[in-house]
Each structure stands twice: as structure tokens, then as C-alpha cells.
């Protein structure tokens, strides 16, 4: 199966390619212990879907994304011991969540009173999906291991001045890990930057 994602990939086929990896989608919620064995190397063929940042239909890149987290959140074992693997899904996510348009419009700047994105548009909007994709992958491995790897990140995108989508995505993944401080020091080299 993971031949089709990578051949459909390499042709450029993006309705075969997104239907596969709704597929891997579909299994790694049901069946998430069928994928524990091949996870890094699967983990490994299918970034290079995120990486590419020209399909037409960009939130294909989210589902290799949304593999890796659902198989996460069900099998947290398959890398809480491979710190490498967690900082490499955080970076994949982060960069999905930097690769939005840099021109903004006074509307996104000021919105009305009482403005909310309609679900539709949070479905594609890549921040959303990484705040969510952070959330989840928090809850399931733990601050314990996720905050420092967090930190880091978080750190590195709040010092980019040249690029405010470096310190949007930043801001936005700090914000979902306040539920689960039970301490503020966790997150004490983060708040600094910000601060």
C-alpha cells in the first residue's frame, strides 16, 4: 500500500494519492498496532509528501501528518523512546504550520468583534491543523517529553524576526500546551523569548 502513496507521489497522480493516504488515515484508527514494525520507515517515505509544497490541493500534505499523529496518539510507544522521530514530526509540523500565505489582509489582521472561522476553513487551514496536530501529540506522550522537544522549537521560531508567520506558528503552538502545566517553570524558556 505504501507503494501506491510513493508511485502516485512520483507521477504526480494527487487523486491517488490522497485517497491512499486516507486509507492509511482510516487504519491507523483502527487497526494503529498494524503500523508499529514499518513506523519510521513509512515515517521516513511519507515526509517527503509534506516537504512538497506544490500540489493543488495543499491540504494533501496534512495527511501523512495526520497518519503520524493518529498512529501516535494510539500507539504512544512506537516513539517515546525515539526523541529524534518526535523533534522530526514537530519540525513537519511547524513547517506546515509556517507555509501559510506571508500577505495578509486588514480583515486577518483586525477581525470583526465576535469573528469565528467557519469549520470548513479551519479543515484547511494549515496553523489549525498543526495547533490540533500539537495538542494531540501532548496529550498522548506527555509533557514530560514533549515540552522540552516543544521548547525548543517554539524557541527558534519566536527568535526568526525576518518572517512573522515564524513567530505565528510559535505563538500558536504555545498556546495549546497551557492545559497541561501543572508548573509554569516547564515553559519558562519559552515565555522568555516572548517575553
Aim: contains cysteine.
Amino acid at each position: 500500500m505504501a507503494q501506491v502513496v510513493m508511485k502516485a507521489l512520483n507521477q504526480d497522480d494527487e487523486t491517488v494519492l490522497e485517497d491512499a493516504l486516507v486509507e492509511f488515515n482510516e487504519m491507523a484508527e483502527i487497526e494503529p498496532k498494524f503500523f508499529r514494525k514499518n513506523f519510521k520507515d513509512l515515517f521516513l517515505a511519507f515526509s517527503t509528501i509534506v516537504a512538497k509544497n506544490d500540489f493543488t490541493n495543499s491540504t494533501i500534505r496534512h495527511q501523512p501528518v495526520e497518519f503520524f499523529v493518529t498512529v501516535v496518539e494510539r500507539v504512544p510507544n512506537v516513539v517515546k523512546k525515539d526523541e529524534e522521530t518526535l523533534r522530526q514530526l514537530l519540525d513537519l509540523i511547524f513547517k506546515l504550520m509556517i507555509d501559510i500565505d506571508e500577505d495578509i489582509d486588514e480583515s486577518w489582521m483586525r477581525p470583526k468583534e465576535g469573528f469565528r472561522v467557519d469549520e470548513e476553513e479551519e479543515e484547511e487551514d494549515s496553523v489549525a491543523f498543526g495547533k490540533t496536530c500539537v495538542d494531540r501529540l501532548v496529550s498522548s506522550i506527555g509533557d514530560e517529553i514533549m515540552l522540552p522537544l516543544l521548547s525548543t522549537l517554539v524557541q527558534a521560531t519566536l527568535a526568526n524576526n525576518s518572517d512573522w508567520r515564524y513567530k505565528n506558528a510559535g505563538l500558536m503552538a504555545l498556546s495549546q500546551v497551557g492545559e497541561y502545566l501543572d508548573d509554569i517553570q516547564k515553559i519558562a524558556p519559552m515565555v522568555s523569548v516572548i517575553v
